[in-house]
């Protein structure tokens, strides 16, 4: 077909509320003013029934109900039964226990939580709306570029529907959103399972329905499961809860890296289309959101955000190097199968999966802590060198913590910390040692004006 025969995308739209062209195939804005008014109005009533928008230009309401439908499409989500919630809490006091030996880090003062898929999508939506809401900029500036391909001749019309057609996409980016977190929801196996914190206090939350579905063909009883995924959960919460800085920098940066996140025009452009072709009703785009997962964002990342990434990256395997430790000490003599169980988290961790591809959806975040088994190591040579406090008290201030470049000498950084500070050291020894030799040469006559 001749791009002359194409149907206009704007045309299809305005048909489907009877607005037409004339017969010479042009718009009298006169006569479409009505019409116009009318067909805005009606999709706005559509969109009033989804919930409105919050200031970062996201339809929440939509984002959390898409993503509960998510969860009720991938199986039966009971709320957890009074019996269920009993055993997970004397799972957790259990662990709790067990912890208390091995880490110098006190316990959470919230009870232990037990969700169901929905309920960690209500626990976890303020976060979610925190580190989500700074796409809405990369939406703007996508929306914009849109209107300003348009045809000349059809400028005014554009610019009248232009609040209809941001509130569109809008629409179809929320529908996005909620496809990540209901994925995420179906594949989490506890509060804090994606190696940072997702409550805006610390909780030991567990998502039985998740674990069960993790356990199907280990050849481990699933209280053992329960419990050392439980140990893990508390481990992690302890340290969000005793260091202050950890988790407000893993948001701010994952949220400093969405701010930076780019549209794909060809892609915007396409579901835009598609939309305005089908009818603009928030099932529709439900629909495309659904369609466009994944494929809505540029694929490529700038040079900041890759910085960003590998910081972010280095930080949890940090975080889930030190649960590693803490967790197979405090496993070592009490637990037979920890050691399969430690690996079956690392291959899941490595496989990523469904949990990835959901961040992606969510936020083109491609999360892969490669280095948690180095980072492991360098608590582990930090513990064995120095005891239980001395590797804990390394969280006290972020530049302490171990860099990408101290996971490749973990007995080095154990001696001496930061390989960026033994630097440091040896150039201060360098340049005392040039300093004696420059007064040796002038005879201990001191230093002299030039």
Same mark, same amino acid.
């Given at each position: 077909?001749?791009?002359?025969?194409?149907?206009?995308?704007?045309?299809?739209?305005?048909?489907?509320?009877?607005?037409?062209?004339?017969?010479?195939?042009?718009?009298?804005?006169?006569?479409?003013?009505?019409?116009?008014?009318?067909?805005?109005?009606?999709?706005?009533?559509?969109?009033?029934?989804?919930?409105?928008?919050?200031?970062?230009?996201?339809?929440?309401?939509?984002?959390?109900?898409?993503?509960?439908?998510?969860?009720?499409?991938?199986?039966?989500?009971?709320?957890?039964?009074?019996?269920?919630?009993?055993?997970?809490?004397?799972?957790?006091?259990?662990?709790?226990?067990?912890?208390?030996?091995h880490t110098s880090f006190g316990r959470?003062?919230?009870?232990?939580?037990?969700?169901?898929?929905?309920?960690?999508?209500?626990?976890?939506?303020?976060?979610?709306?925190?580190?989500?809401?700074?796409?809405?900029?990369?939406?703007?500036?996508?929306?914009?570029?849109?209107?300003?391909?348009?045809?000349p001749e059809a400028a005014a019309m554009?610019?009248?529907?232009?609040?209809?057609?941001? #509130?569109?996409?809008?629409?179809?980016?929320?529908?996005?959103?909620?496809?990540?977190?209901?994925?995420?929801?179906?594949?989490?196996?506890?509060?804090?399972?994606?190696?940072?914190?997702?409550?805006?206090?610390?909780?030991?939350?567990?998502?039985?329905?998740?674990?069960?579905?993790?356990?199907?063909?280990?050849?481990?009883?699933?209280?053992?499961?329960?419990?050392?995924?439980?140990?893990?959960?508390?481990?992690?919460?302890?340290?969000?809860?005793?260091?202050?800085?950890?988790?407000?920098?893993?948001?701010?940066?994952?949220?400093?890296?969405?701010?930076?996140?780019?549209?794909?025009?060809?892609?915007?452009?396409?579901?835009?289309?598609?939309? #305005?072709?089908?009818?603009?009703?928030?099932?529709?785009?439900?629909?495309?959101?659904?369609? #466009?997962?994944?494929?809505?964002?540029?694929?490529?990342?700038?040079?900041?955000?890759?910085?960003?990434?590998?910081?972010?990256?280095?930080?949890?395997?940090?975080?889930?190097?030190?649960?590693?430790?803490?967790?197979?000490?405090?496993?070592?003599?009490?637990?037979?199968?920890?050691?399969?169980?430690?690996?079956?988290?690392?291959?899941?961790?490595?496989?990523?999966?469904?949990?990835?591809?959901?961040?992606?959806?969510?936020?083109?975040?491609?999360?892969?802590?490669?280095?948690?088994?180095?980072?492991?190591?360098?608590?582990?040579?930090?513990?064995?060198?120095?005891?239980?406090?001395?590797?804990?008290?390394?969280?006290?201030?972020?530049?302490?913590?171990?860099?990408?470049?101290?996971?490749?000498?973990?007995?080095?950084?154990?001696?001496?910390?930061?390989?960026?500070?033994?630097?440091?050291?040896?150039?201060?020894?360098?340049?005392?040692?040039?300093?004696?030799?420059?007064?040796?040469?002038?005879?201990?006559?001191?230093?002299?004006?030039?």
């Open positions: 077909m001749a791009a002359e025969d194409q149907p206009n995308p704007m045309e299809e739209f305005l048909r489907q509320f009877g607005i037409t062209p004339g017969p010479d195939g042009t718009f009298d804005l006169n006569q479409l003013m009505g019409p116009l008014q009318q067909a805005m109005q009606q999709f706005s009533r559509q969109m009033s029934a989804a919930g409105t928008g919050t200031g970062d230009g996201l339809n929440w309401t939509l984002i959390k109900d898409i993503a509960r439908k998510v969860t009720a499409s991938s199986g039966p989500d009971p709320s957890p039964a009074a019996s269920e919630a009993v055993a997970i809490r004397d799972t957790v006091g259990l662990a709790e226990l067990w912890l208390d030996e959470t003062s919230a009870s232990a939580a037990t969700w169901s898929r929905a309920e960690w999508v209500e626990a976890t939506i303020g976060t979610w709306e925190q580190l989500a809401g700074s796409v809405s900029n990369s939406l703007a500036a996508a929306v914009g570029s849109l209107l300003q391909r348009a045809e554009v610019q009248m529907m232009e609040p209809m057609m941001r #509130m569109a996409a809008a629409g179809m980016l929320s529908a996005q959103v909620g496809q990540g977190i209901g994925r995420l929801a179906t594949e989490v196996l506890s509060g804090s399972d994606l190696g940072f914190p997702l409550t805006p206090k610390p909780v030991v939350a567990l998502l039985p329905t998740n674990i069960s579905h993790f356990a199907e063909g280990l050849d481990v009883p699933l209280a053992d499961v329960r419990l050392y995924l439980a140990l893990r959960e508390a481990a992690r919460q302890r340290l969000f809860a005793n260091v202050a800085w950890l988790g407000p920098q893993m948001l701010a940066l994952i949220e400093h890296y969405a701010r930076g996140i780019s549209i794909d025009p060809s892609a915007f452009e396409e579901a835009m289309e598609a939309q #305005m072709q089908g009818g603009l009703t928030p099932e529709k785009m439900e629909e495309f959101g659904q369609q #466009m997962a994944g494929r809505i964002f540029q694929p490529a990342l700038s040079e900041e955000q890759v910085e960003i990434l590998g910081r972010l990256e280095t930080l949890v395997a940090n975080v889930e190097g030190w649960v590693d430790d803490v967790v197979s000490q405090a496993t070592a003599n009490l637990m037979p199968r920890a050691d399969a169980l430690l690996e079956m988290v690392r291959r899941r961790r490595a496989s990523a999966g469904a949990s990835e591809s959901a961040l992606k959806t969510l936020l083109n975040l491609e999360l892969r802590p490669r280095r948690v088994r180095d980072a492991a190591n360098v608590w582990a040579a930090v513990r064995s060198a120095k005891g239980v406090d001395e590797r804990d008290a390394v969280w006290s201030h972020p530049d302490l913590v171990p860099t990408g470049a101290d996971l490749d000498d973990p007995l080095g950084f154990a001696a001496h910390g930061h390989v960026a500070e033994q630097a440091a050291a040896e150039l201060d020894d360098l340049d005392a040692a040039l300093a004696r030799l420059i007064e040796e040469e002038r005879g201990g006559e001191g230093p002299r004006a030039d």
